[in-house]
Structures are given as C-alpha cells and as structure tokens.
C-alpha cells in the first residue's frame, strides 16, 4: 500500500481541523487504501509534467471592492433578487 507524503498528511489534518473534522488514523488508513495516494502521487507527476502554476492565476485581481460592473448582473431564471 502507498502511503502519503507527510507534508501531504500535516496539511490534510491541519484543513480537516481548521474545518472541525478530527481525523483519525483509522479514517486516513481508509482514504489511502481506496487510492487517495495514488492519485496524489499522480496529480503531482501531472502538475511537473504540464509545468502547472503552483497556484492558479488570480482573474479576479482588478475587480476591487469599490468597481462596479459594467452592466447589471442577470440573475438565473427561477431567482429572485432580494
């Protein structure tokens, strides 16, 4: 069985307690015997490969609280605005 990487692991349980979700072991055993591990191995071998961005590109940097939108928002059908 693989195991994780335990910088993988540390921020796993740090965003799982920053959520209030405790995890035990016996529930880290479980997702890495279904395949977790191996799909982040594969994830990670995927970003080298395609020479991702560590992080994803902010598209939404210019629009500052005080812009406003060029036109009005069109609200889905069935929505009502409040």
């Known amino acids: 069985m693989q195991t994780l990487p335990e ?3 540390a921020r796993w349980r740090s965003n ?10 016996d ?3 479980a997702a890495v ?14 970003v080298e490969e395609t020479n991702a961005p560590a992080t994803p590109p902010d598209y939404l940097h210019d629009l500052g609280q ?9 609200l889905a059908h069935g929505v009502e605005e409040r």
């Open 33 to 46: 015997a279904g395949g977790l591990a191996s799909r982040i191995v594969r994830l990670n071998q995927l």
């Open 16 to 25: 799982a307690l920053a959520a209030g979700i405790r995890l035990s072991e």
């Open 7 to 9: 910088a993988v692991l």
């Open 66 to 74: 005080d812009s406003t939108p060029e036109e009005e928002p069109v």
């Open 27 to 29: 529930d880290i055993e």
